[in-house]
């Protein structure tokens, strides 16, 4: 009897060591990049769904997408590599008020910003006023797959600093 509870007990444990570890390779992983066809068909599924495929959180890059708040607006005027992905990139933003006018000679803050992992990029982006209102950002880089937040903070001349945030998707 002392022997059959220690053999419950161990398998227990193996099988709850085996959840962890498999909850542990979506979590820092591809987020379970696989279909629910894909894994009811062995692998052998026509489709394939990918993580970011299925957050609604993100939004879809195209070039001059933008997002604005009360009295700044940002646009992404371009991105290499387009659209942003894992790795290296570089950006540029076009950063206006609220009528429209350039803002130029603003301290532009670019933190991006990991939301499911809670952490940032090792590398702090670095972003260059090229005049018109517009901003090269370099040094920015995404060292792993997953959401992630690029929240541009605008502080123009003698006025508060303004958030605005853009939400990228990378796969593997």
């Known amino acids: 009897m002392m022997r059959e509870r220690v053999q419950g007990s161990v398998s227990r444990f193996a099988w709850g060591v085996a959840l962890s570890i498999a909850g542990l390779g979506l979590a820092c992983g591809n987020g379970g ?30 070039a001059g997408l ?6 700044v607006r940002v646009a992404v ?15 540029t933003l076009e950063v206006t008020d609220a009528s429209g006018k350039p803002l130029d000679g603003a301290s532009v803050v670019v933190t991006p910003w990991m939301p499911d992992h809670a952490h940032g990029s090792a590398l702090a982006p ?10 090269a950002v370099s040094k920015l880089y995404f060292p792993m797959a997953g959401l992630w937040q690029i929240t541009v903070s605008v502080q123009p001349p003698g006025l508060a600093t303004e958030d605005v945030t853009f939400n990228f998707c990378f796969d593997g």
């Open 77 to 91: 005027v371009e991105a290499n590599p387009s659209p942003p992905r894992k790795g290296a990139n570089t950006m």
């Open 33 to 62: 990049a696989s279909s629910a066809a894909e894994d009811a068909n062995g692998g052998s599924a026509s489709f394939q769904s990918t993580a970011c495929e299925r957050d609604g959180r993100k939004d879809i890059y195209t």
């Open 66 to 71: 933008a997002k604005q708040n009360a009295g």
């Open 126 to 135: 670095l972003a260059t006023s090229v005049g018109a209102g517009r901003y």
